[in-house]
């Protein structure tokens, strides 16, 4: 299993483009989300998905769009990127069963750079 | 709305030695779980160790252990034996238990360094 795969490692954006950050998982998890992490303040949950179809958004979800059309892939989108927006983002995946453990899998980090 | 505080920025520890990074949370919830993740220069987020609500007892991974105060909302990790491969960011992360929806909060991080 590659677990949670995330495309590309490295971006860098100038002010008004857009691009969309890809995310894949192999481990049929239901759950997927994404994540932007700044200095001094962790984690931050931008939007996040519990099966194909279905998204919602987290806490930081301004300027950025998703889908959910399988359960392999979470792509997120930028359609306006702005110098706010320069972060590292995480996507992350679970399994849906109640009862357990929320434990996330997290893919390796995109660092984006918007100038 | 729960949250996570972390009020330790940076913390240092001399190698074998012991050192524990603070974690409070808050919720209403009676169901949930807690979290440490080890963020290494790599970036890579790495589970630590977890801790069901419900459970009493202490949860323990090899060097890593918690001390978990649910009346006080605290959730502390303590490192024993450290490894210069210890060095990293830590967070403590909570998640809802019920809706069970994979959705962490996330503490500030802080960050371990650790002397050889």
């Known amino acids: 299993n590659a677990g949670v795969t995330q495309t590309p490692k490295f971006q860098v954006l100038k002010t008004g483009q857009s691009m969309t950050l890809q995310c894949a998982q192999d481990m049929n998890h239901e759950y997927m989300s994404w994540y932007r992490q700044d200095p001094g303040m962790g984690l931050r949950l931008i939007h996040y998905?519990?099966?194909?179809?279905?998204?919602d958004q987290g806490e930081v979800p301004n300027g950025y769009n998703v889908s959910r059309s399988t359960t392999e892939d979470f792509p997120l989108r930028l359609l306006s990127a702005a110098p706010s927006q320069t972060s590292v983002y995480f996507c992350?995946?679970?399994?849906?069963?109640?009862?357990?453990?929320?434990?996330?899998?997290f893919g390796p980090g995109t660092r984006l750079t918007v100038l | 709305a729960q949250t996570v505080t972390q009020s330790q920025p940076e913390m240092s520890v001399q190698e074998a030695e012991t050192v524990t990074l603070s974690c409070t949370y808050d919720?209403?919830?009676?169901?949930?779980?807690l979290f440490w993740y080890k963020q290494p220069p790599s970036r890579q987020m790495i589970l630590v160790i977890r801790q069901e609500a419900y459970k009493q007892q202490n949860a323990t991974e090899n060097r890593f252990s918690v001390n978990f105060q649910k009346a006080a909302k605290s959730f502390s990790l303590k490192i024993s034996d450290s490894q210069l491969g210890d060095a990293a960011m830590y967070f403590c992360?909570?998640?809802?238990?019920?809706?069970?929806?994979?959705?962490?909060?996330f503490g500030q991080g802080t960050t371990l360094q650790v002397k050889p």
């Open positions: 992350a995946s679970s399994r849906g069963l109640a009862g357990i453990s929320n434990e996330q899998f």
């Open positions: 919720t209403s919830e009676s169901d949930y779980y």
């Open positions: 992360a909570y998640s809802k238990g019920s809706s069970n929806t994979g959705k962490l909060i």
């Open positions: 998905s519990v099966g194909a179809g279905i998204t």
